[in-house]
Structure formats: structure tokens, C-alpha cells
């Protein structure tokens, strides 16, 4: 069973960082793109950031200069610094795996409060 687990999450006041890791086990076939979405009350889940097995990366506009996303494929995780955090940056956090079928697989969440 495939199975992302994210970690990290926490209350935060704004201006902090937070790091959320997400380790991906199970009979994965190949790695290919890993990836943060989020998902906040009464909005439909977007994309964060992803990134390619190669390393290429892309984010949403709203986090750019403030989010960094990383991975590293021997351990089949892929991470996400957040600095600067905002109120709005509030919501439950995913990670996404892809195989090399384009399948893929979630991870249940964590959240991430940023409140004073």
C-alpha cells in the first residue's frame, strides 16, 4: 500500500516558518512528481508547489520568494519551508505523490495554523 505521510504541521504566529516533511512508503512503482496542495474551509484544494523528479519546480503565485520545496529521492520524501507565514496561509496541508504511470497518491493532511 502506498501511503505519503506528511509531518510538520503546528500552530504558528504570522512572520514564522514552519517545515513540513512527507515521507512516501509502500511498493511505489517510480517516483516521478511530488507535490504540496492545501485545502482551506469553504475552498477547493490547490496546488502549493511541486517538483519533479529532476528537480524542476513550480508555485503557486501566492507563496513564491516565501516557500521552498525540496525532495530527496533516496528517501522518497520531499519537504516544504514556509517562512513569512500569513493567516491566509491557513489550511490543511497535502502531499501528493505520482509514480511513473501518473498515478496517484495522497496523504491525509496536516495542518498548518498561522494565528496570532
Known amino acids: 500500500q502506498v501511503q505519503p505521510v506528511e509531518s510538520g504541521g503546528g500552530l504558528v504566529h504570522p512572520g514564522g516558518s514552519l517545515r513540513l516533511s512527507c515521507a512516501t512508503s509502500g511498493s511505489i512503482f517510480n517516483i516521478n512528481r511530488m507535490g504540496w496542495y492545501r485545502q482551506a474551509p469553504g475552498k477547493e484544494r490547490e496546488l502549493v508547489a511541486s517538483?519533479?523528479?529532476?528537480?524542476?519546480?513550480n508555485y503557486a503565485d501566492s507563496v513564491k520568494g516565501r516557500f521552498t520545496i525540496s525532495r530527496d529521492n533516496a528517501k522518497m520524501a520531499v519537504y516544504l519551508e514556509m517562512n513569512s507565514l500569513k493567516p491566509e496561509d491557513t489550511a490543511v496541508y497535502y502531499c501528493?505523490?505520482?509514480?511513473?504511470?501518473?498515478?496517484?497518491?495522497w496523504g491525509k493532511g496536516t495542518l498548518v495554523a498561522v494565528s496570532s
Open positions: 517538483i519533479t523528479r529532476g528537480g524542476s519546480t
Open positions: 501528493k505523490t505520482e509514480d511513473r504511470f501518473n498515478l496517484e497518491y
